[in-house]
């Protein structure tokens, strides 16, 4: 993701809410899943440690009743030619129309880079979504993705180097139709922070945007999302362009001055299962207000 405006830094003592129940949300399980993650190392696009990290994302998806496909295809980097799989697992419903959850798995190519938060968080909350959802009655299908190729191949973020696998699945779901289907895209990033503090983020769509907002008003933890921000380039930038309402969630303010993002001390022990738990419980509630 690319920061487009400079957000003010803001540091927010988090509430701790209820443990959730086995048909609800668990923070627990969402950090479990990203520390498992975590644990394949540093996951750059095209590397063998995405590749196993796949696998093990793809096996638990379809343990909880999810169709998994892979949407495969091949990236022009600056350095070279890069094979990139997109993870797609659907979760049927009885309606026509389709909400999706996104995320991505891969990491910054930086030295001794694990990504717990920038890569890891996604790649956790999206597995315990789906786990959450999948008892549920469901009205619309529900897609989760893990993107590959979010994270620029050069050091810095610029021109069409970044975002590879969400601008591949854009063209493709235009292509095939599936994205006439989308009442709604809402992408997570960087959400596993102790201190959580969601700022809004404004080339998502507004009606969206309001309605995640307002829910966590509803549901008491406004206070972590922050009525300031700016807009960042991430991977819901592809389905806002192809006129999706898409939604980007992230907190880009990670450490002291953003000290932890894109360095070596994004582990696992920054991360916390409350903040995950928080996103999950809000995102749960709007998948509710959505479907019906």
């Not at 993650?37 to 998806?61: C, D, F, K, Q, V």
């Not at 379809?62 to 799989?85: L, N, Y």
């Not at 389709?98 to 790649?123: C, E, Q």
């Not at 063209?171 to 095939?176: E, I, K, L, Q, V």
Request: net charge negative; proline share 4%; glycine share 8%.
């Amino acid at each position: 993701m690319y920061l487009r405006a400079a957000f003010a830094a803001l540091t927010i003592g988090l509430m701790v809410p209820a443990l959730a129940s086995a048909e609800e949300f668990s923070g627990a399980r969402a950090l479990a899943y990203a520390s498992r993650a975590t644990s394949y190392g540093p996951r750059p696009a095209g590397s063998p440690a995405l590749a196993r990290l796949r696998a093990y994302i793809e096996r638990e998806a379809r343990a909880e009743g999810c169709h998994v496909s892979e949407d495969k295809f091949t990236a022009s980097t600056p350095a070279g030619p890069i094979q990139m799989v997109n993870i797609i697992a659907k979760l049927p419903g009885n309606g026509k129309r389709a909400i999706v959850f996104t995320g991505h798995y891969d990491t910054k190519r930086l030295p001794d880079f694990v990504g717990a938060n920038d890569g890891g968080s996604s790649t956790g909350f999206l597995l315990e979504m789906a786990r959450a959802l999948a008892p549920q009655n469901r009205i619309d299908d529900v897609y989760f993705v893990w993107f590959d190729g979010e994270e620029a191949v050069r050091h810095e973020w610029a021109g069409v180097d970044n975002l590879y696998g969400s601008r591949h699945l854009a063209a493709r779901w235009a292509a095939d139709g599936t994205l006439a289907r989308v009442k709604a895209l809402i992408n997570v990033d960087m959400i596993g922070d102790e201190d959580l503090d969601i700022k809004s983020e404004t080339l998502s769509n507004a009606s969206l945007r309001s309605l995640v907002w307002r829910t966590a008003q509803e549901l008491g933890y406004g206070r972590f999302f922050l009525s300031s921000g700016g807009e960042v380039e991430d991977d819901h930038a592809p389905f806002l362009d192809a006129g999706v309402a898409a939604l980007d969630i992230i907190d880009f303010d990670y450490g002291p001055g953003n000290a932890y993002w894109h360095q070596p001390t994004d582990t696992v022990d920054k991360l916390s299962a409350h903040s995950l738990e928080i996103v999950g419980n809000v995102l749960m509630a709007v998948w509710r207000k959505l479907d019906e």
